[in-house]
């Protein structure tokens, strides 16, 4: 089955203890992106990556940093994390292009509501 | 600016249409996009639409696109108390970019 797999959905942290959220696709997109939803906000662009070895800040990169290693990984990794990161996440996946006739719409993850205290 | 617009609530009745709407301010959108996420889950891709054309039709849902207002619309057709749900509007901007921009969300509540 096509998915983007994020690992865990849950997770409640202390401040200041580094954490990683991973996140891999199995449709070999070339696109990967993390997002942060808050109410009231919408979902905001955290980090992107073009493809591998290739990343590039969003909206809201403080406090966060990205890899593209491979292609099917794009982990999410918070060095000191504090409350105001305390969010919901998604990771998601497209493929890259202007053909007209192709999907390049994102698939996204199941979310991981993160709590930092 | 790149910047998507839509209105937070809509209500409708069981059985009625409804129609969500959505503006975007950049003109070198590729392509439009309506997402919908129901409570404690992911973005699902609904539908897209190319800039090149006016409407799209997929089963009750319908997409409008009016490039000259920058106004793209969702209408869904005999509306179930499954449809209620967070509906985004985005767009994919690829000139001298690749960015995805997010609205922020309608939320469509279905009366019974």
């Known amino acids: 089955e096509a998915q983007v797999t994020q690992n865990p959905r849950y997770l409640i942290t202390v401040t200041g203890k580094k954490l990683t959220v991973t996140c891999s696709q199995n449709m070999n997109h070339e696109y990967m992106s993390w997002y942060r939803q808050d109410p009231g906000l919408g979902l905001r662009q955290i980090y992107y990556s073009m493809n591998v070895e290739v990343t590039d800040k969003g909206d809201v990169p403080e406090g966060y940093k990205v890899s593209r290693k491979e292609k099917r990984n794009f982990p999410l990794i918070l060095e000191s994390p504090s409350p105001n990161q305390t969010s919901l996440y998604f990771c998601?996946?497209?493929?890259?292009?202007?053909?007209?006739?192709?999907?390049?719409?994102?698939?996204f993850g199941s979310g991981t509501r993160l709590t930092v205290v | 600016g790149e910047d998507v617009e839509q209105s937070l609530f809509l209500s409708v009745r069981e059985g009625d249409s409804s129609v969500i709407n959505c503006t975007y301010t950049?003109?070198?959108?590729?392509?439009l996009y309506w997402y919908k996420q129901e409570p404690g889950a992911g973005l699902q891709l609904l539908t897209y639409i190319f800039s090149n054309m006016d409407m799209k039709q997929d089963q009750r849902l319908t997409v409008l696109l009016n490039k000259k207002d920058k106004h793209l619309s969702l209408r869904i057709a005999d509306t179930q108390t499954g449809d209620s749900a967070i509906y985004f509007c985005a767009e994919t901007i690829t000139s001298g970019t690749y960015k995805y921009i997010f609205g922020t969300g309608t939320r469509l509540k279905v009366l019974a």
């Open positions: 950049d003109s070198s959108s590729t392509y």
């Open positions: 998601a996946s497209s493929l890259v292009g202007q053909d007209p006739l192709t999907n390049y719409g994102y698939t």
